[in-house]
């Protein structure tokens, strides 16, 4: 696909799908990604404190997926 336009006759399911795979694979190369500031360093310690505090909270990413592309389908 060379053109942005056929990128748009994609259903939103295998636009979403694109989206991951796309962010899948900027994620893997994480040489090329820049050190985190000290400001996201605190977030992810600040969001785990919290989550150590209150694990129950939490719901295992395939259960939110799964919920968010039942929207979709």
Same mark, same amino acid.
């Given at each position: 696909m060379n053109d942005l336009s056929e990128l748009f006759k994609l259903s939103v399911a295998e636009r979403i799908q694109l989206v +991951?795979? *796309?962010w899948d694979s900027i994620?893997?190369?994480t +040489?090329? *990604?820049p050190p985190l500031t000290e400001e996201q360093i605190a977030e992810i310690e600040r969001r785990l404190a919290e989550h150590e505090k209150n694990p129950e909270r939490a719901h295992?990413?395939?259960e939110v997926r799964e919920r968010l592309w039942s929207k979709y389908r």
């Open positions: +991951e795979d *796309l994620a893997a190369d +040489e090329a *990604l295992p990413w395939d």
